[in-house]
C-alpha cells in the first residue's frame, strides 16, 4: 500500500502522443501534490508537471504547452498527456507523490516522498 505505479509508456514517432497513468492503490482520493519526472540516459532528473491540492498545475518549460498534467480523485488517478512528442523526450517517466499539498520543489523532486518504478518513453524521428 501506499506505492504507485505508471503505465502507458511506449514508443511512439516524433510528433505522436501518448497518455501515462499513475495509481495508488490502496488511496482513494488523491490529496497531495502529484507529478511527474523524467530521467533519461546519463541525465539529471527533471520535473515535468505537477498538480496540487487545489489543482494549480506547473509544467517546465521544456513541455509547457504539449503535455497536460490531470488528476482523477474518483479513481485515484494521475495523468500526463502527451502531445507533440520529439525525441528528446526520450527517458524513462515517473509519477511521485508530495508530502504536503503544495509542490513547492516541482521542478526537482524534492519535498515527494513516494515515487513509481518508471515508465519507458522512447520517441523516434
Known amino acids: 500500500q501506499g506505492q504507485l505505479v505508471e503505465s502507458g509508456g511506449g514508443s511512439v514517432q516524433a510528433g505522436g502522443s501518448l497518455k501515462l497513468a499513475c495509481t495508488r492503490p490502496?488511496?482513494?482520493?488523491?490529496?497531495?501534490?502529484m507529478g511527474w519526472f523524467r530521467q533519461g540516459p546519463g541525465m539529471e532528473r527533471e520535473g515535468l508537471a505537477s498538480?496540487?491540492?487545489?489543482?494549480?498545475?506547473y509544467y517546465a518549460d521544456s513541455v509547457k504547452g504539449r503535455f497536460t498534467i490531470s488528476k482523477d480523485n474518483a479513481n485515484s488517478t494521475l495523468y500526463l498527456q502527451m502531445n507533440s512528442l520529439k525525441p528528446e523526450d526520450t527517458a524513462m517517466y515517473y509519477c511521485?507523490?508530495?508530502?504536503?499539498?503544495?509542490?513547492?520543489?516541482?521542478?526537482?523532486?524534492?519535498?515527494?516522498?513516494?515515487w513509481g518504478q518508471g515508465t519507458q518513453v522512447t520517441v523516434s524521428s
Open positions: 490502496g488511496y482513494t482520493y488523491i490529496s497531495n501534490c
Open positions: 511521485a507523490a508530495g508530502i504536503g499539498w503544495y509542490c513547492d520543489g516541482f521542478r526537482t523532486g524534492d519535498g515527494y516522498s513516494t
Open positions: 498538480i496540487d491540492h487545489f489543482d494549480e498545475t
